[in-house]
């Protein structure tokens, strides 16, 4: 037991306290703002638990500069309460125009070109706050979800760690959006990536000042592929992907996110692994940082402005739900009548060198069915985000940030509708989840 300022007693096994909602939306990254913000609109009450003490997940922790995901090649596929969100991004000077680049620019045989929006991390977590409270949710920072409490296969509970010590938030439905499947696995489920040896490689992406922007944007993809080639075999570079996006910043021109970093062999849900990744990646991004100063035009007085908190994570757990999305349904533009979000990519896997071992787009965007947000065995629970059902190659599509948010968008409206309903997680129809995302207007093909 200890003792609070107030002298009052706390047992070892008792909570600081205690809070109820309706729906418990577990991180608040992308998908889990998203998420949030649809089920309380719906009229549930909703507390979204984030470790951090800001919103965004990799769009500011992990300081990944770009929203990938939203178009099928120029196609927009994700509309609805994204598209709302990225409309209050830019109205706060915090989203550039849609813009297409080639990602692979330091590889010859990779010459796929994606359309993507840049966006200012700093701006987005000041406009994530005010989206989500609008809505009606609380906010619980620096919540580090540690246990669920469970009743057979009903999640009735979980457990927070806080400044403060042990809290418990009990709630109806919970919707993971950990981005790790944290929650899920905490209540049981399975990981499909267990035993995976290789995953893919996360980043350390990092933001930087003072470019001469003319100078870089002069530079044709054959100049990038010489000095990508200088990089490599000087042993300085870790991955082809050669540059970064424009940040719109008001005030400050010169502002790039850099994504020239790969940390191999690791895995981000292990601690060890984690460590070492993060002392891996600020190496390799001063190592790049020096190598960009010396080489590439534009770049001779840049200066690092901040590194990201947190490694941008590409693979983790992928978590075992009703329905997988597989490889062949991706690749081929699969969409079933329970699609009730859409995903395109592209869908690119690093490999453990510096390349990829594939990227591709699919023939048309995929379909995500109902039954992939759903944990297998799990009544009460949903996820949102890149540890949905899907095996990994699908999951290379998943992963953007872009359709993280229109998973969320998806269960969010599940979970509200469920509140509303009376009804548990596979109860609940597609067609009717479906007939509410295009009342708000959501794109399912």
Known sequence: MYKTKKGDVILENSYVFEKNADVIVVGGGPAGIIAATAAARLGAKTILLERYGFLGGNATAGLVGRFWGLYHRDQQIVFGLPQEFLNKLKEAGGLAEPNDFMPVEGDKGIDLVTRVIAHDSETLKCVADQFVLESGTEIIFHA?????IMDKNVVKAVEIETPEGKAKITGKI????TGDGTAAIRAGAKDLNEGVSQLQPPS??????????????????EEKQAIIKRGLEKGVLTTVVFGGSITPVKGAPGTMHIMM???????????EDLTKGEISGRKQVKEVMEFLRAEVPGFKNA????????????????????????????????RSVDTVALASGP????????????MEWPKQAYGIPYGA????????????GRCISADRMANAGIRHMGICMSTGHSAGVAAGLA????QLIPELSAEEIRAELLHQNAFLG
């Not at 580090?144 to 669920?148: F, K, N, S, Y």
């Not at 509140?419 to 009376?422: G, L, S």
């Open 144 to 148: 580090q979800m540690t246990h669920v």
């Open 174 to 177: 919970v919707v993971d959006c």
């Open 204 to 221: 350390m992406p990092f933001r930087v000042s003072n470019i001469v922007l003319d100078e870089f944007l002069a530079l044709t993809r």
């Open 261 to 271: 970093t790969r940390i191999a062999g690791i895995n981000a849900v292990k601690t």
């Open 303 to 334: 200066n690092i402005m901040q590194i990201a908190p947190h490694i941008a994570v590409r693979e983790t757990r992928i978590i075992e739900g009703e329905k997988l999305v597989t490889g062949e349904q991706a690749r081929e533009g699969y």
């Open 347 to 358: 869908i690119d896997m690093h490999d453990k060198g510096t390349g990829f071992n594939f």
């Open 373 to 384: 947000l759903i944990p297998k065995g799990l009544k009460n629970m949903l996820m949102a």
């Open 419 to 422: 509140i509303r309903n009376h």
